[in-house]
């Protein structure tokens, strides 16, 4: 029997909180593996103060809702939300938040959000998923220094969320040809 943030008994719901600018094959693993562990995971774009956003929260959230639906993973949502975090864990009636650790460099960061979180709210448990070893190196800050500099993408993130970015470097000129060639935006086809 699961009590929450809220205290009571309840599905056991989590949150997977982060910028997802964009969503990686790395960060689509966590998910997966949440869901098959938990009865509902809410996958939330949430506001870091720290980062300046590439892809605004909403065409973040739809690129998300797109890949969540392709994977057929029946029990995620996805959501945004501009606030605390522990506020919304509270607001949904979240037992936890669920985060990937990929290696020794997250851990800092994470034990002081997980840390904080839990003083704010007492209740709310922070939850790491040990990265897969085929994505260890992969961040979305990786995924968009390299998209932008020409380097290959295509097995960094899904299908779809590498055509959105293709889009994005190339302003969607591609599509009439008028604009940056593949060769030119540095994103190679699959
Ligand atoms: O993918 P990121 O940028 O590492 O995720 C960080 C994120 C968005 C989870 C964190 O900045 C966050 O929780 N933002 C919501 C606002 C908040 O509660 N900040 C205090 C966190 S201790």
Do not use: W
């Not at 040990?130 to 993130?157: C, H, P, W």
């Amino acid at each position: 029997m699961n009590r929450g943030a809220n205290g009571g008994n309840r599905m056991k719901t989590v949150v997977c909180p982060g910028s997802f600018d964009p969503i990686t094959n790395g960060h689509m693993d966590i998910i997966q593996r949440a869901s098959g562990i938990f009865d509902r995971v809410i996958v939330l774009v949430a506001a870091n103060q720290e980062k300046r956003g590439f892809f605004t929260p909403p065409e973040r959230v739809e690129m998300i809702r797109r890949v969540v639906a392709e994977a057929g993973l029946q029990n995620v949502t996805v959501d945004s939300d501009e606030g605390l975090l522990v506020n919304y864990i509270q607001r949904v009636g979240a037992c936890a938040i669920v985060k990937g650790l990929r290696a020794v460099s997250d851990f800092e960061y994470e034990f002081q959000m997980s840390l904080t979180n839990h003083k704010l709210l007492p209740a709310c448990e922070t939850i790491f998923f040990t990265t897969s070893a085929r994505n260890m190196y992969l961040s979305s800050s990786i995924v968009r220094q390299v998209g932008k500099l020409g380097g290959d993408i295509a097995e960094f993130v899904p299908a779809c969320v590498y055509q959105q970015i293709r889009q994005k470097l190339t302003g969607g000129k591609e599509q009439n040809e008028g604009g940056l060639t593949d060769e030119k935006s540095g994103i190679h086809p699959q």
